[in-house]
């Protein structure tokens, strides 16, 4: 039995864990090799704290810190908290939580942009001195008419050849506090006809009179997320920037503001964003989906969120083999779901303790086993890790077995109990149904057997063969529970649907969620901690909910396991 809610998990060691190479880390090498930036390798993860990480952040922190680690460099943990009015702190406690869930670590190097306001403000400053930058009184929607399009240059602003001294003046008043929010700008002075956009004097600076999470209201201006990066690089002492491709047409900005400033340049790095199918990688949509009630929050087990998984019982170990595993390029794509949950079995399969539990339960009564007799039967925890121990599980007269598991008229192929067919019930006895009980309306209600006392622990007594092994809970004994079973969020869509934007509610999953109670399980996971995970012997990987009490266990299903009664029963889900 394992739990992988702790705050902190073991590290992850890089000699387990598969590290193909891809063109950043080759680029880190290259550096290296060429003695670039004093042999050193300084990465770092910069979230900006409007929502909860989700996996394809997770992809950004394996490369960022995988690659720190694998140098010996180090990679900071940066808060990218420029834009006041969607930053909170609740954000940033669960980044924490989550970056060091994942296994990273950043020792004393988390920082905030917020810390470096009064260095990048006096680099605007000498901007605006070096006759790069000026004021602007050019409204927003102004600012856009005059930006041109993609065949024609843009227009200047009417403010572009103030002197320096009026620059100086105004801006040093903007921070005062003089002019009304989204009054006046500070622009950078490049190139109204470049084919790049980002090149067409882009704004560095807007008044805002805004809380901040950490600055209170100390500012009324506020950088631009394009100015204040790379110089929060650029302070930290970053060698390679890693981002996202759309941030490629950035670069040459990026560049031009460590240039004209004379600064430590870090190297900008696009790579290709994480996309999963049958979800959202988008903290906008994710809060929409927690804000629209569609989740019970940031952490609901059916979100792509890092705490959202954990919740689920998907391990940190899963996901960074999954991380290590998808590449990294310069070409977005998409990412198959079942992939990640490819890696997340192994891993479950390797961690989980075996349980047997009955979603479905119907009564099953062993005639020729004496009344008030309780059987202590020994079980293995796990099949193949004999380091995980054994259990006992009492047996008595009165079972469950999943209602699955009986048919009256069994198909051909199907082995398990039917009336007259013998089963093994694991590490217990075989038994042989003997006749059935119904209700008024013709359904079983109750399934009578005999049992062999010789074939005590499942095994033959004389060589004869079941061809079933099936799982039960004693009635006495089993406690009930309830088991949350899960559907991915979205159902398959196309890349069309996908890229429609306004479309994506409608390919929401119905029922994503189903609530199975009435289920019994083993009396050995009575008080199991939030986050234990077990496999339910023939029905999925589990993990215990938070909201899990001794008297009501609640279990997250994980993932499925592969059943091999899909292929045999097609068109029955496998459970
Ligand atoms: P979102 O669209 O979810 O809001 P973001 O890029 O705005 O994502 P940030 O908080 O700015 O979120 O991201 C922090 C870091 O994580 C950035 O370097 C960003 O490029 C990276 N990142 C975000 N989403 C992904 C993803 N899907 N795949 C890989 N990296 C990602
Ligand atoms: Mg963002």
Not at 325 to 353: P, W
Request: glycine share 6%; proline share 6%; net charge negative.
């Amino acid at each position: 039995m394992s739990t992988d809610s702790s705050n902190v998990s073991t590290p992850p060691s890089p000699e387990k864990e598969a590290k193909p190479s891809n063109f950043v880390r080759d680029i880190v090498i290259q550096d290296l090799a060429s003695g670039k930036n004093g042999g050193r390798v300084h990465t770092r993860f910069p979230p900006e704290p409007n929502g909860y990480l989700h996996i394809g952040h997770a992809k950004s922190i394996c490369l960022n810190f995988g690659l720190a680690k694998e140098f010996g460099g180090k990679c900071n943990l940066r808060f990218d908290d420029t834009n006041p009015s969607k930053e909170e702190t609740e954000y940033v406690d669960s980044i924490i939580e989550d970056v060091r869930w994942l296994g990273f670590d950043w020792d004393d190097r988390m920082f905030y942009a917020s810390d470096y306001f009064e260095q990048i403000y006096q680099w605007a400053v000498d901007l605006i001195k070096k006759g790069k930058a000026y004021v602007c009184d050019l409204t927003a929607e102004q600012i856009r008419e005059h930006r041109g399009t993609t065949t024609e240059p843009g227009k200047e602003s009417p403010y572009r050849n103030r002197s320096v001294e009026e620059n100086l003046d105004l801006f040093t008043r903007m921070r005062a506090g003089e002019f009304p929010d989204g009054s006046r700008t500070l622009r950078s002075k490049i190139d109204m006809a470049s084919p790049n956009f980002n090149m067409r004097d882009p704004v560095m600076y807007r008044i805002l009179r805004a809380h901040h999470h950490r600055t209170g209201d100390t500012w009324c201006l506020y950088p631009m997320y394009d100015f204040a990066h790379g110089e929060c690089d650029s302070i930290e002492g970053i060698t390679h920037s890693i981002c996202t491709l759309e941030f490629e047409d950035h670069r040459p900005l990026y560049d031009w503001y460590v240039e004209n400033l004379d600064i430590h340049h870090p190297q900008q790095i696009e790579f290709d964003r994480l996309n999963l199918t049958n979800t959202v990688l988008s903290k906008r949509k994710l809060l929409l989906l927690v804000q629209k009630g569609i989740v019970s929050g940031w952490d609901d087990p059916r979100m792509p969120t890092l705490s959202g998984m954990r919740r689920r019982g998907y391990t940190a170990e899963a996901i960074r083999t999954f991380c290590g595993n998808i590449g990294v390029s310069k070409t977005n794509g998409i990412v198959e779901f079942s992939m990640l949950e490819h890696f997340l079995r192994e891993d479950l399969n390797k961690k989980a303790a075996r349980v047997m539990t009955v979603l479905d339960p119907i009564k099953v009564i062993i005639d020729n086993f004496p009344d008030g007799q309780v059987d202590q039967l020994e079980a293995v925890n796990h099949p193949d890790d004999p380091s995980m121990g054994t259990r006992t599980v009492p047996f008595s007269k009165v079972i469950y077995i999943e209602r699955d598991d009986f048919r009256e008229d069994p198909p051909k192929q199907y082995f398990r109990l039917s009336p007259g067919r013998e089963v093994r019930l694991r590490y217990a006895y075989f038994v042989t149904c003997t006749s059935v009980v119904k209700n008024e309306a013709g359904e079983v209600t109750e399934i009578h057997c005999t049992y062999d006392p010789a074939s005590r622990g499942g095994n033959s007594p004389d060589g004869r063969k079941v061809k079933s092994t099936i799982h039960w809970v004693s009635a006495e004994h089993g406690i009930d529970c309830e088991a949350r079973l899960y559907e991915n969020l979205f159902r398959e869509a196309s890349e069309d649907e996908v890229e429609a934007q306004e479309t994506e509610w409608a390919w929401l999953t119905p029922n994503s969620m189903i609530n199975v109670t009435g289920a019994k399980v083993e009396p050995c996971v009575k008080g199991a901690a939030a986050g234990t995970l077990y496999q339910f012997e023939r029905v999925g990987y589990f993990c215990v909910d938070k909201t899990s009490t001794p008297e009501m266990p609640v279990f997250n299903r994980t993932v499925a396991l592969r059943d091999s009664w899909a292929k045999i029963e097609k068109g029955q889900k496998p459970k």
